[in-house]
């Protein structure tokens, strides 16, 4: 059964379906499987305890009961590109980085290509993922987690980021099913517009480590460090390295640390 107050704080938006679970493996996985059965656009998984929710690279995201945001989305875009299907974990970060300025006076991050920072501390990851029949794009899966409450942060020894969590940078508790709502709002009001200008403007204006050294590992582990200029309008990140020459990469080749 869905809770009354987050049925309210959904009211108004245009939501064709939600399903709510008290706990669940992963809500991108449950929106995968309800999207190859036929789920329609905007329908939405939440779960109040994610118990396998996943990120890049296979890794895990802890999501206790009570304590947290973990929610997905079924978009199904008319005549994508695929070149564009990288954008949508963008597309979450800015809808959270948006919803927590609007609604708490925040000043958030987004550490390319999907995740949110809060005093240069994780608060939130994104993972988009696309369902296929053939070569043929069937839906994409926007699965979005954030730390609301303290007991939401993972332990020092499990995490590979120092991470946080929205009540402490607010400096009280806030009620999640808000919080939800108002990142839903934002990210309807970015969909259909991935490929914009404006798009790229919001997200390259709230790019973490702009003009800072970062260093970037490759999947085979071999590591560089380079200066961060931005992102392309594919999403690609945009390095000077230390000959002036300029590279980009593609999202998902790279993980990124700052070097201070």
């Known amino acids: 059964m869905i809770p009354k107050d987050l049925l309210l704080y959904l009211e108004g938006l245009p939501l064709p379906e939600v399903r709510f679970y008290a706990e669940t493996g992963s809500t991108n996985q449950d929106a995968l499987d309800w999207a190859a059965q036929g789920a329609p656009e905007l329908a939405l998984v939440v779960a109040d305890h994610q118990t396998a929710g ?11 009961p009570g304590a947290a945001l973990a929610f997905s989305i ?53 993972l988009a993922e696309a369902l296929w029949q053939g070569e043929a794009l069937q839906a994409i899966v926007l699965g979005i987690g954030i730390n609301v409450a303290p007991s939401s942060v993972p332990p020092a020894d499990q995490i590979l980021f120092p991470a946080t969590c929205v009540d402490e940078a607010v400096g009280r508790s806030i009620n999640r099913w808000e919080l939800l709502a108002k990142v839903l709002k934002v990210l309807l009001e970015w969909h259909g517009k991935i490929t914009t200008s404006a798009f790229f403007a919001e997200w390259q204006k709230r790019l973490a480590f702009v003009g800072q050294m970062v260093r970037l590992e490759n999947p085979g582990g071999d590591s560089f460090e380079s200066l961060l200029l931005g992102v392309h309008t594919n999403g690609h990140l945009r390095l000077q390295l230390d000959d002036g020459s300029e590279r980009s990469f593609a999202i998902g080749d790279l993980k990124l640390r700052p070097l201070s």
């Open 54 to 64: 996943r990120g890049r690279f296979s890794r895990q995201w802890f999501t206790p």
């Open 74 to 126: 079924v978009l199904r875009p008319v005549q994508v590109s695929t070149a564009h299907i990288p954008l949508y974990s963008p597309l979450g970060a800015l809808s959270v980085v948006q919803a927590l300025e609007n609604a708490y006076h925040l000043k958030p991050q987004i550490k390319w290509p999907n995740d949110v920072l809060l005093n240069d501390r994780k608060v939130c990851g994104v």
